[in-house]
């Protein structure tokens, strides 16, 4: 199987040397879904911006690889990086209503990547806007496109990002925690639309969350994170199953579930925190030697 996405001993540093991302390895396949697991702080939307070429100017890509459909785009002078970007990738941003131009109105703005980046005329990407706003399930596209955000719910504006990233047929889609700002009972509707969406249009997805309970619903394979380093890679069946990694198996106990309404939570403990801090002072010390 293809994998559009490759990351390769990918770390990143903050001013003055401290890691963000440590050796960060992991692939994203054509037709399947990749979950990026890990508690706030971790630098799962890291990775997302690294590939996007969306990182803060205080961090800075210190080594490894980030393949795109065969091209390692860290070689590339920065115009290519943009443009191979722009036609291989596309992004599903955490809050709808931010992400979106409040002056604006919708139209124009799923349109205008279509004709800057990719040289579609105005007549045939306003018909792709109308063709795939009706596809993620919205009433009366022609009136949508011409509303402004704020004239929209959330459900509706999160739908409308859905439509603008795969309206140029991306081989790559991030998903960033694209349901943290919606209603429970929107975001399984939206988690619904993005799992159709991905199997109907073939497309690689890198998903993004701290959420289990979302990744064992629309993810083959995941990466779970802590403190910029995977401490494991996994098909989901097997973690859920049988998780390796101590930190793993911390994080799915600490898992509420429905079965049981009157027990209690489980933390991950300060033994398995102190286990997993020593591997990334390990880890950082032979960085630095």
Not at 33 to 60: D, F, Q
Not at 71 to 85: A, M
Not at 189 to 196: A, H, P, T
Request: overall charge positive.
């Amino acid at each position: 199987m293809t994998a559009y996405l490759s990351i390769r001993n990918l770390t990143v540093t903050l001013t003055g040397g401290t890691p963000i991302l440590r050796n960060v390895s992991l692939d994203v396949v054509a037709g399947q879904v990749h979950g990026l697991v890990g508690e706030s702080g971790a630098g799962k939307s890291m990775i997302g911006k690294a590939v996007l070429g969306t990182l803060p100017r205080a961090l800075t890509i210190s080594t490894g690889e980030i393949w795109l459909d065969g091209v390692n785009i860290l070689t590339l002078k920065p115009s290519q990086r943009r443009q191979r970007i722009g036609a291989i990738a596309a992004l599903i941003p955490q809050d709808p209503l931010t992400a979106l131009n409040p002056s604006k109105r919708i139209g124009p703005q799923i349109t205008r990547r279509l004709v800057d980046i990719l040289g579609w005329s105005k007549q045939v990407a306003t018909a792709r806007a109308l063709e795939l706003l009706a596809e993620v399930q919205i009433p009366d596209p022609v009136r949508v496109m011409r509303t402004y955000p704020h004239e929209l719910s959330g459900g509706m504006r999160q739908r409308i990002l859905i439509a603008s990233a795969f309206a140029a047929e991306p081989k790559l889609i991030i998903a960033d925690e694209p349901t943290t700002a919606l209603d429970v009972t929107v975001q399984k509707q939206i988690l619904r639309l993005i799992s159709d969406m991905q199997t109907r249009h073939s497309t690689a997805l890198l998903f993004v969350t701290h959420d289990l309970g979302v990744v064992s619903k629309v993810c083959d394979t995941l990466s779970v994170l802590y403190a910029g380093k995977v401490v494991e890679d996994a098909r989901m069946h097997r973690f859920f199953m049988r998780p390796i990694h101590p930190y793993s198996a911390a994080l799915l106990a600490a898992t509420p579930t429905y079965t049981d309404p009157t027990g209690s939570l489980t933390p991950v403990s300060p033994k398995v925190i102190k286990a997993v801090e020593q591997e990334i002072q390990e880890h950082d010390m032979r960085a630095r030697q």
